[in-house]
């Protein structure tokens, strides 16, 4: 059995957290969902416990949060649960911000009623508990028709390993259960090129809060 001191770095879409060893890049790993304490979320330091089966296979059988100030775990442990893991996100709602990028399921209803959704990187524009508002981007330069999508003005900047397009010139509304991992936050040549490529489609609320992220960062 090994204990490690871990670090909560990512939302699966299906709900699983996933967590690094501190201070390391390896091991990483999954952290099941009925595992997981109460109100954890993305940068919280846990203690992971992993069991070792006969062929050195390891899997997570406990976990703990580390209290702030302290090397020592809080006495609650949450011991391995025997059944089937729900499936439902675990995102915190209250988590989720204007400016962030997330992977997110997004539909397609006009195109394909019958469609399940499919998880890209999004910029959460504007919501609450119920719906939010998105801006899809896809790797696809062209449109069905042909003509040319608008780049990501800098990719690496928000997070995203390769060059990125925004999906149109509308938002989509996407539940929050369907909102995952958190990718990066929107820089200034991000939200610019939104404000100019769908200001049509924007809410007064949404351009005033696009307004205030480029006025704080010109000052």
Known sequence: MTILRC???????????TWRRADAEAPRGVLPQELAPAGIAIGSEVRITLEHDAVGRKSVVACSVVGSDSDTA???????????PTRIPLVARSHLAFGEIRWTK????????????????????????????V??????????????????????????PSLGYFWGARLTRVDPADIGDFIGDADAS??????????????????????????ATAA
């Open 7 to 17: 670090k909560i770095i990512g939302l699966n879409p299906n709900g699983c957290f």
């Open 74 to 84: 809080k006495s609650e442990v949450i011991q391995r649960v025997v059944g089937e």
């Open 106 to 133: 997004i539909k397609n209803p006009l195109e394909n009623a019958a469609a399940l959704g499919k998880f890209r990187p999004a910029l959460l524009v504007s919501g609450d508990d119920h719906r939010w508002r």
């Open 135 to 160: 801006m899809g981007f896809t790797t696809k330069d062209h449109f069905e028709d042909g003509s040319p999508r608008v780049p990501i003005p800098d990719h690496a900047a928000i997070g995203l």
């Open 190 to 215: 991000l939200l610019g090129a939104l404000l100019g490529l769908a200001r049509a489609d924007l809410t007064m609320d949404e351009i005033a809060a696009i307004r205030t992220v480029l006025k």
